[in-house]
């Protein structure tokens, strides 16, 4: 939307009862070792190496940017290096998963902060510095839709402590000049949701509708970047945006919905990030985001011939512009998200 311009400790085994949030995983085995107490940050990130789910979620942040970089003018050097990165981020992962299976999870948390270091590293060469507050903000608003539909996740309160947690930290390294530092947590934020996710509901159409709204968001991204004149980092954006929901329709199409959902996530968050590039959202563009939401909302709304799944996903869109609004009203743009998924998802039910 806008015009181009210059650019509590806990023993392990409170540990492991962290890990219970994706009931689907395999848990990581029993160690009773009370001195392998760990700060707060590297009890989330063992407890997600249980749930290898957590592992792909965490690497998708680098690999699905980098892939492409080859035709949006990222330097060789630079492009080796953070495809280094990323293929170590994958090996210290492994490591990490050993480490824990042989009873080690002081070692385990050194690996997988190496590895979430290595994702930053990477993530931030593919999409520069701007990367890190677009990430914060997704975790933000991620917090957001926790609160709100904690029937989405397992042990909805507990993430959603941890995602604050992880957000407000990740702002506070940024503002110290720390950006590797803030991606990381950011990182880790992203494998705690992914670990909590529950499959998609039934009643909101399952994997399916998740991976259709990822294709509307793409579209409308492009759509209105388009109407400003699209600066060639909206693009790049948007490509990302697309590589993501590439990925959820072959993650529909194995019959993994969790994955699927996540990724169709990613897509509707990238695409949004496209739109308020480059410095995030602002309040104008926040108002005008609130405006489009209600118009489709009330084109939709109007319809008599609404199927009982698309009256569902209108009652959802009608709860995320309300969360939005009351968390814009108090200065939060975590709001922004919540409205573009309603948006984005009026537009499906209308298109």
């Given amino acids: 939307m806008k015009s181009p311009q210059p650019i509590r400790l806990l023993t392990f085994a409170g540990i492991l009862a962290l890990g219970a949030c994706d009931a689907a995983e395999p848990t990581a085995p029993f160690i009773d070792d009370p001195a392998s ?25 680098a690999d699905v940017p980098l892939a492409t970089t080859p035709r949006h003018g990222m330097g060789a050097s630079m492009r080796a290096d953070a495809l280094g990165n990323a293929t170590q981020a994958r090996l210290r992962f492994q490591d990490a998963t050993r480490a824990l299976a ?18 930053a590293r990477a993530a931030l060469a593919a999409g520069g510095p701007e990367a890190a507050t677009a990430m914060i903000s997704r975790v933000e ?39 590797l530092g803030a991606v990381e947590r950011a990182v880790l934020a992203e494998q705690r949701h992914r670990q909590c996710l529950r499959a998609r509901d039934g009643r909101f159409g399952g994997g399916e509708v998740a991976v259709a709204l990822a294709d509307v968001a793409v579209a409308l991204g492009g759509h209105l970047v388009d109407q400003a004149g699209a600066a060639d980092e909206q693009l790049r954006i948007l490509s990302v945006a697309a590589k993501y929901t590439g990925l959820a329709h072959d993650a529909l199409s194995a019959g993994d919905v ?21 410095d995030g ?14 118009a489709k909302y009330a084109q939709a709304a109007a319809s008599p011939t609404l199927s009982e799944l698309q009256t569902t996903v209108l009652q959802r869109a009608r709860d995320l512009i309300n969360a939005g609004t009351a968390a814009l009203a108090e200065g939060a743009p975590r709001g922004t998200g919540a409205i573009w998924r309603a948006l984005v998802a009026c537009t499906w039910i209308t298109s």
């Avoid at 760990?38 to 290898?52: F, G, H, K, N, R």
């Avoid at 563009?285 to 939401?293: H, S, V």
């Fill in 141 to 179: 608003g991620l917090a957001l839709a926790v609160g709100r539909f904690p029937e989405d996740y397992v042990d909805a309160d507990r993430l959603e402590g941890d995602l604050n947690m992880l957000a407000t930290r990740a702002r506070l390294r940024l503002a110290q000049g720390d950006t």
């Fill in 281 to 294: 959202v602002n309040a104008d563009e926040a108002r005008e985001l609130l405006e489009l939401a209600e």
């Fill in 102 to 119: 042989d009873g080690d999870p002081v070692r385990a948390a050194r690996r997988a902060r190496e590895a979430r270091s290595m994702i």
């Fill in 258 to 278: 969790p994955r699927a959902t996540h990724l169709a996530g990613l897509a509707e968050w990238t695409a949004l990030r496209a739109v308020v590039w480059p």
């Fill in 37 to 61: 107490a760990l700060a707060a940050e590297d009890q989330i990130a063992v407890s997600a190496l249980a749930a290898p789910a957590t592992l792909d979620a965490a690497l998708a942040l």
